[in-house]
């Protein structure tokens, strides 16, 4: 995170701080982004140069509850874009992560499906 700067690690720190205080996860740097693992992997959030993505592995599930989120990928994956000048919802990404944990602790890993 070191290496962003601008909008864009604004942006991070703010999803990063929601998803802290949603849950217990383990949080990991892998394929150049961080990932956070419970039961599996739950999340990511990927700073690019002209968004910051934020995915779920069990996205599609959670789209009822955040129409942004857009389908895509392995697995049931959705990931919404935050773009310069647009507001982190907190108290929305934290119900999200806490629902994503709960499928992760219902039905299992969603890559040993």
Not at 14 to 25: F, G, I, K, P
Not at 47 to 70: H, I, N, P, Y
Not at 82 to 87: A, D, N, P, S, T
């Amino acid at each position: 995170m070191s290496a962003l700067s601008g909008w864009r690690r604004a942006t991070v720190e703010q999803v990063r701080a929601a998803v802290l205080n949603s849950a217990t996860l383990d949080e990991v740097i892998k394929w150049g982004h961080l990932v956070y693992l419970s039961n599996g992997p739950v999340l990511l959030i990927r700073a690019e140069e002209t968004r910051v993505l934020f995915g779920f592995w069990r996205g599609q599930r959670l789209r009822e509850m955040d129409s942004l989120l857009k389908p895509g990928g392995k697995y049931e994956m959705a990931t919404r874009e935050f773009h310069e000048g647009e507001e982190v919802n907190a108290a929305l990404l934290r119900r999200l992560v806490k629902e994503a944990v709960r499928l992760n602790k219902t039905l299992g890993d969603p890559t040993k499906l």
